[in-house]
Structure formats: structure tokens, C-alpha cells
């Protein structure tokens, strides 16, 4: 078992920038990619980013290309969702989630049920 809190969510204006953090505990010793999911209402669930395992790989999708970054400490259990240039629309619950790196049929993970492990959710608000 793995939980995953994140933080670092906030109010800000479009231009801005913020550093979202998830720490996991528990299994932790245990090979997992992370990935950043968003859900805005009335929006389906949507990847953000996600990390393999020793960082290595990374996957994005055009809608965050050259603004987001997706990072890891894995001596800390932290992975982190750098954001800038904010924009309007990137206003939505950001979660963190967690896949055994064994159980990943093909990289990247993008459906947000390839994931095992969640954590509680994070609200991004960006004003225009």
C-alpha cells in the first residue's frame, strides 16, 4: 500500500506559476511511476504528467508542453508538478497517483485507471 498527500494548490492570477508536491509513504521501497492527473468540473479526468520510476521517462500532452514539469526525489518520496505561465483553463483538482512499474503494459501510462494508489487532490485556481 502507498499514500500519496499532495500540496502546494492555490489561488493565483493566469501568468503565474506554482510547484505542486506529492509525498507518498508506506511501500514507498517499491518501484512506482507517478503521474499528475487534473479534473476541472464537468471534465473528464485528464494526465497531466507522469515520471517513470527513476525519472528517466517522461510524458506530457500537448496542452502543458513547455509550461509544466514533472520531477522526483525518490530519497524523499516526493514528486513535484512545476507550473508556469497559468492559465485560466488550468484550473482544476490536481492529483497525484501512483502505478507499480511491473504492472505497466506500455509507457506511458495515460488512462487514469492504470493507476493503483491516489491521493486526496489538490484545487488550482487561476483567475484571468
Known amino acids: 500500500q502507498v499514500q500519496l498527500v499532495e500540496s502546494g494548490g492555490g489561488l493565483l492570477q493566469s501568468g503565474g506559476s506554482l510547484r505542486l508536491s506529492c509525498a507518498a509513504s508506506?511501500?514507498?521501497?517499491?518501484?512506482?511511476?507517478m503521474g499528475w492527473f487534473r479534473q476541472a468540473p464537468g471534465k473528464e479526468c485528464e494526465l497531466v504528467e507522469t515520471i517513470s520510476w527513476r525519472g528517466g521517462n517522461t510524458y506530457y500532452p500537448d496542452s502543458v508542453k513547455g509550461r509544466f514539469t514533472i520531477s522526483r526525489d525518490n530519497a524523499k518520496n516526493t514528486v513535484y508538478l512545476q507550473m508556469n505561465s497559468l492559465k485560466p483553463e488550468d484550473t482544476a483538482v490536481y492529483y497525484c497517483?501512483?502505478?507499480?512499474?511491473?504492472?505497466?503494459?506500455?509507457?506511458?501510462?495515460?488512462?487514469?485507471?492504470?493507476?493503483?494508489?491516489w491521493g486526496q487532490g489538490t484545487q488550482v485556481t487561476v483567475s484571468s
Open positions: 508506506g511501500r514507498t521501497s517499491s518501484r512506482y511511476a
Open positions: 497517483a501512483a502505478v507499480y512499474s511491473d504492472y505497466i503494459l506500455a509507457w506511458p501510462p495515460l488512462v487514469f485507471n492504470e493507476y493503483d494508489y
